[in-house]
């Protein structure tokens, strides 16, 4: 299969490693030196780079977009009107418009466009969906997101974009469903004209949620709570052992009083995998399959829609209803 590969930045190189790990005739397009060097060290021919998409757009089976967000909508558009299969970097857009235009093309054409929501992908996500499906939490009632780290923030969007997404993204899929409301409060404490702290709160329609995320806490956090009627679940996708643990506890009312009962903890071993390796591997056999994605277009679309809610509830001060 031939790949075009948008964007061979940071994360692009990774794309560029595992799509040649899977096999795939990759073709790289971005007009940066720095990027050429990149490309030819890591195997690609020379006649198999350029500064400009549009030269390899119509030899290519399918588009890997990796550039940022502001772009995305343009590469992207270009390469459904084509009749190309696209995977693109989360957010799909950065406007929720441009998410349900480039959506409905790809409706139309019956192309696949696949959103990089990578934590879909992760096998503890699996796991989890299994717990909610089987009832073993029982009834969902809250879910809690921390992503953290002290890191470099970066510059084409805000933490909220960059990391709230993808906690936003995995509670609208544990939940099968959407936010009826937001809540939100964000704060540009570096003055760079970006929020580089965020609390997001979800109302679903049977459960409520909320997304921190920030670029000041030591150490690195990437942690959600699932708090149900018979149980609680927690998982840390950045531990390598122990990621998920389930508390049976429950709280029992005992006449005029409440008892807090603790009960067994089960610890789950994950299967050690690289989520982008099982992320691009499933674009590339919905392309050979033409299968749904299991983040396609409306999923970013969804999540792009919460994002413009959080934005509008935190200068407004108000909730904001997405019904």
């Known amino acids: 299969m031939k790949i075009l590969l948008a964007g061979l930045g940071r994360w692009g190189s990774n794309h560029l490693r595992i799509l040649k790990m899977?096999?795939?005739r990759v073709f790289v397009a971005d007009p940066s030196p720095r990027a050429k060097k990149t490309a030819l060290e890591?195997?690609?021919?020379?006649?198999n780079f350029s500064a400009s998409f549009e030269d390899f757009i119509d030899e290519a089976d399918a588009v890997d977009v990796v550039t940022s967000a502001d772009t995305h909508y343009m590469i992207c558009m270009e390469a459904l009107r084509k009749g190309k299969d696209v995977f693109v970097e989360k957010p799909l857009t950065l406007k929720s418009a441009e998410c349900r235009e480039l959506s409905e093309i790809a409706d139309r054409?019956?192309?696949?466009?696949?959103v990089g929501h990578v934590f879909r992908f992760d096998p503890a996500t699996s796991f989890m969906a299994r717990q909610i499906k089987e009832g073993v939490l029982g009834k969902v009632q809250w879910m809690i997101g921390n992503f953290y780290g002290f890191k470099r923030p970066r510059m084409d969007a805000g933490v909220t974009w960059s990391d709230s997404l993808h906690f936003i993204d995995l509670f609208n899929y544990l939940t099968g469903s959407v936010p009826r409301k937001v809540l939100a409060r964000l704060k540009d404490n570096l003055g760079r004209g970006m929020d580089d702290a965020s609390?997001?709160?979800?109302?679903?329609?049977d459960a409520e949620a909320e997304v921190r995320a920030n670029y000041f806490r030591p150490r690195k956090r990437r942690e959600i709570v699932?708090?149900?009627?018979?149980?609680?679940?927690?998982?840390?996708?950045?531990?390598?052992?122990d990621k998920i643990k389930i508390y049976k506890n429950t709280h029992i009312k005992n006449e005029n009083t409440w008892v807090a009962t603790q009960g067994?903890?089960?610890t789950q071993e994950i299967m050690q995998a690289e989520p982008l390796a099982l992320e691009?591997?499933?674009?590339?056999?919905?392309v050979k399959t033409r299968e749904k994605p299991?983040?396609?277009g409306w999923d970013g679309y969804n999540v792009v829609k919460v994002i413009e809610a959080a934005y509008e509830s935190s200068k407004s001060g108000k909730i904001v209803d997405l019904t």
């Open 280 to 286: 691009l591997e499933s674009f590339i056999d919905c």
């Open 264 to 266: 067994e903890v089960i």
């Open 109 to 114: 054409k019956k192309s696949i466009l696949q």
């Open 226 to 241: 699932i708090i149900g009627s018979e149980a609680t679940l927690e998982c840390d996708f950045s531990s390598s052992q």
């Open 199 to 205: 609390w997001v709160s979800l109302v679903y329609e």
């Open 22 to 24: 899977l096999g795939a």
């Open 42 to 47: 890591n195997g690609v021919p020379e006649k």
């Open 294 to 296: 299991l983040a396609g």
